[in-house]
């Protein structure tokens, strides 16, 4: 399941990633990025064809901005979570992963744990049975923290895959690794590692849905940022199907039209509060924090 990948580079390294593609695939990716699709998967600008394989296109989500905070253009983010009244915040590239909590009106990390290894790349994270576990890319670890103590790390445990997002049912930690595939896993901390305990494909009506990203568990079913595009798509979670989508196309055009953004700044960030039934989102360097609510 593992794939090549090809790396473009930046001024900042690590920027953008084409992820899980072979190189020779990598014109065909220039030509259609446009239209941000994967295997020619919902583009947000096409009306969606009838149904290839009795699954029915996703519904349109629409949504409502209640509130529009500041962000910090310094945090690659990679995981978003809200619990107990508190953002946590995971933020990646080499030598700049953190791991922070952060008051949403301000933008400003009201704690903040520099991972020290310069070789690791955050990725995701949950709060799972009251301990924080953020994934990291390439590293094949994730760590585990204490919830009311995020300075170091209390273990790390093993993970086979690539690491991109991370949720959890209540049960089982839930990852993605940036294929068409979550994986429902149980941390098995005596031997510092993770219990597989099954694997969900997500299919729309085009077929397989690669490209997943962020992630949030929200009423049973998965939110999931699709990466290198606008698209946060609603998994249900007993057939993998894909059953909604939500468009974020303008956000930032509309809201922050004098802050550009920098190549690879892209929506990445789903946060959800249970008791305001609000979603909070941003992107990766992005200047500013949404938060809105679902219209259906």
């Known amino acids: 399941m593992m794939r090549r990948e090809f790396a473009i580079f930046t001024n900042m390294k690590c920027f953008m990633r084409i992820r899980y ?29 009838p149904a290839s394989n009795a699954i029915p296109p996703p519904q349109p989500i629409t949504f409502t901005v209640d509130a529009v905070y500041p962000h910090d253009t310094g945090a690659f983010t990679q995981g978003l979570q809200f619990y107990n009244g508190k953002l946590y915040e995971s933020t990646g590239l080499e030598q700049k992963s953190t791991l922070r909590i952060v008051d949403i009106k301000t933008g400003v990390s009201e704690k903040k744990y520099l991972v020290p290894d310069p070789k690791i790349f955050g990725e995701g994270l949950t709060i799972f049975n009251n301990k924080i576990y953020q994934l990291t890319w390439e590293n094949l670890k994730i760590f585990v923290y204490n919830l009311t103590d995020i300075s170091k790390p209390i273990q790390t445990l093993h993970w086979k895959l690539q690491g991109w997002g991370i949720t959890n049912d209540g049960s089982c930690l839930i990852i993605s690794d940036g294929s068409d595939k979550l994986y429902y896993v149980r941390p098995d901390e005596e031997k510092n590692d993770i219990k597989m305990m099954k694997i969900l494909s997500i299919t729309d009506n085009h077929g397989p849905l690669d490209s997943l990203n962020e992630l949030e568990y929200i009423n049973g079913n998965i939110y ?43 929506l990445n960030g789903i946060a959800y509060d249970s008791a305001t039934k609000k979603l909070y989102i941003t992107g990766k360097l992005w200047p500013k924090m949404f938060e809105i609510h679902l219209n259906n």
């Open 21 to 49: 593609l072979p190189l020779v695939a990598l014109f065909f990716l220039l030509v259609s990025v446009s239209g941000c699709n994967s295997n020619g998967n919902n583009d947000a600008n096409t009306p969606d064809t």
């Open 224 to 266: 999931a940022n699709r990466w290198l595009t606008n698209d946060i798509v609603k998994i249900d979670t007993s057939s993998g199907h894909v059953v909604g989508r939500i468009d974020a196309t303008g956000l930032l055009d509309q809201y922050a039209p004098t802050q550009p953004v920098t190549d690879g700044a892209v």
